[in-house]
Nanobody, 115 residues
Framework: QVQLVESGGGLVQAGGSLRLSCAAS????????IGWYRQVPGNQRELVAV???????NYADSVKGRFTISRDNAKNTVYLQMNSLLPEDTAVYYC?????????WGQGTQVTVSS
């Protein structure tokens, strides 16, 4: 079992920045994938940015050039730096991890971007 705890969400004006953090209860090195998804009410949860095998990264086209995923293995923490935020980035952001054939989710953190 892996516990994921997100922090850093909030309200920001369009064009602003936020940094999300996800603290994991297990070593990041033991995970096949870890990163971020987001969900708007009524829509499916969508990938934002994820570390995959060999520390490869995968970003949604809508956030490329604006968001950056990073990690601190010593702290078992993954970050999502979000710059040039847009109102359409408003969503609940979830930390995601896949390990040992299982998928784990955090509780989510709300990000609201006002126009």
């Amino acid at each position: 079992q892996v516990q994921l705890v997100e922090s850093g969400g909030g309200l920001v004006q369009a064009g602003g920045s936020l940094r999300l953090s996800c603290a994991a209860s297990a070593s990041l090195r033991s995970m096949a994938a870890i990163g971020w998804y987001r969900q708007v009410p009524g829509n499916q949860r969508e990938l934002v940015a994820v570390f995959g095998s060999g520390d490869s990264t995968n970003y949604a086209d809508s956030v490329k050039g604006r968001f950056t995923i990073s990690r601190d293995n010593a702290k078992n923490t993954v970050y999502l730096q979000m710059n040039s935020l847009l109102p359409e980035d408003t969503a609940v952001y979830y930390c995601y991890a896949r390990a040992w054939g299982l998928v784990f989710w955090g509780q989510g953190t709300q990000v609201t971007v006002s126009s």
